[in-house]
């Protein structure tokens, strides 16, 4: 099957299309077909998607809980979001973020990638480490010896690839 992910600031959705007219016993099922509405998925009030929300970088834990990294305006300048659902994609909601920038064109920040173990396990990364155990109330900078080029967590174990001043990794 085909899998297509849309971007979490243009209504998310990730679906597994099939050949044929039943889907394949190994589809991963995944959330209702893109309607084509433009209008991004919001709660309401402070756990809101924020006007001017730019995402970064998308992980889902199952076919239902995700986790989308980004950015949007604030008051002082642009601020670190991260955005969860638990219902395909269908509403999001804003939980704690570490206190660092995310990396874009105009910024080269300290994080530019959100990985999620479980629904409490996660790590933003790129070159900067922060993890939380806790579903993102809680963020600590964790201590690496180089820049954190790509992590997966598997099994409950995370595998990072960090690049050393010596260029070992």
Known sequence: G??????????????????GPS?????????????GSTTPATASG???????????SLTFVSP???????????ESGECTVILRTDDTGKSWHRIGAPPVVVTNK???GTVRDVRF??????????????ATHDGGVHW???????DV?????SSGVAHAVVLTSGGRS
């Open 46 to 56: 402070a756990d809101a998607v924020p006007a001017g929300f730019a995402a970064t």
């Open 23 to 35: 889907p394949s016993p190994t589809a991963v099922p995944g959330p209702e077909p893109d309607t």
């Open 106 to 108: 105009e910024n080269p």
């Open 149 to 153: 080029l790509d992590l997966e967590a």
């Open 140 to 146: 600590t900078k964790t201590h690496s010896d180089g």
């Open 2 to 19: 085909i899998v297509t992910i849309t971007r979490p600031d243009h209504r998310a959705s990730l679906r597994v299309v099939s050949p």
């Open 117 to 130: 173990a479980t629904i409490d396990d996660g790590w933003v990364y790129g070159p900067d480490l922060w």
């Open 64 to 74: 239902t809980d995700g986790f989308v990294l980004g950015s949007a305006p604030c």
